[in-house]
DNA sequence: ACTACTACATAGTATCGCTGACTACCGCGA
DNA sequence: TCGCGGTAGTCAGCGATACTATGTAGTAGT
């Protein structure tokens, strides 16, 4: 992946993660599949299980195992309270961000950069 | 700083200090100034410096030391092709990223996350 | 038996931003 | 005269993150 996103993803990345178990639950497998759909399609599978290690760890979710019919078992992550607090912190930082950044764009635009 | 914003800053500070220099050629104590003005209030000065001697290694920017009235000489950087180049690619990411997690964002609204 | 898909896990690497300290120059007021 | 505050830049060490690459297994279809 570019090197650009790469690092751009750091720390929205999670918060992606917590956003599509916020929408229902899913495990590993499942996410990056979720995420393709969602148009992050170069995001390895390598990456989601690490994460997801670290939000349990963390506990922001709930885990459940469940036999798969295809596979081994199914770790079925779940958002739990901890987990909504920390998504809505997410979406609080990445406003404030987000704001900021439109704010320095429109600057650049209207004050003409490239005449 | 708190975590959360620590590490969403990661690939975009450098961003944001390409599109101030693209504004107008700065050098670094008047670039953290400027971070304030545009809200980024708690961004540290050593990072800022950390940050322009990357983006001048990496040749991003031209460099004219400039004496100053006050203090030591002043190290005004300005945008080269490169850089703009470089900024060019950062509001591409940035543009692709924000819209994927402002159309999650959607999602989790009109879906409904806690009824 | 072989292949492909599903499903999870981990070791090693590189990058990034932060903290905290340090050097150095200037002008002003006590 | 001395110290203080503002200006200006530098650096070492740290923690957190995402990526790459690889490995382990179970199931289904041929």
Redesign the pocket.
């Known amino acids: 992946?570019g090197?650009?996103?790469?690092?751009m993803?750091?720390?929205?990345?999670?918060?992606?993660i917590l956003a599509i178990l916020a929408l229902q639950p899913a495990?590993?497998?499942?996410?990056?599949?979720r995420l393709r759909d969602e148009g992050?399609a170069?995001?390895?599978?390598?990456?989601?299980?690490?994460?997801?290690?670290?939000i349990?760890q963390?506990g922001l979710v709930d885990v459940e195992?469940?036999?798969?019919?295809?596979?081994?078992?199914?770790?079925?992550?779940s958002l739990n309270a901890a987990g909504r607090e920390q998504l809505d912190e997410f979406w609080r930082t990445w406003s404030f961000l987000a704001a900021r950044i439109t704010q320095l764009h429109d600057h650049i635009e209207t004050r003409g950069e490239r005449p």
Chains 1, 2 share one sequence.
């Open positions: 992946m090197r650009q996103m790469t690092e993803l750091k720390g929205t990345l999670e918060g992606i495990y590993g497998y499942e996410i990056t599949a992050f170069e995001i390895a599978e390598g990456t989601v299980y690490a994460l997801l290690v670290r349990e963390r195992r469940v036999p798969s019919e295809k596979g081994p078992p199914r770790k079925v992550y």
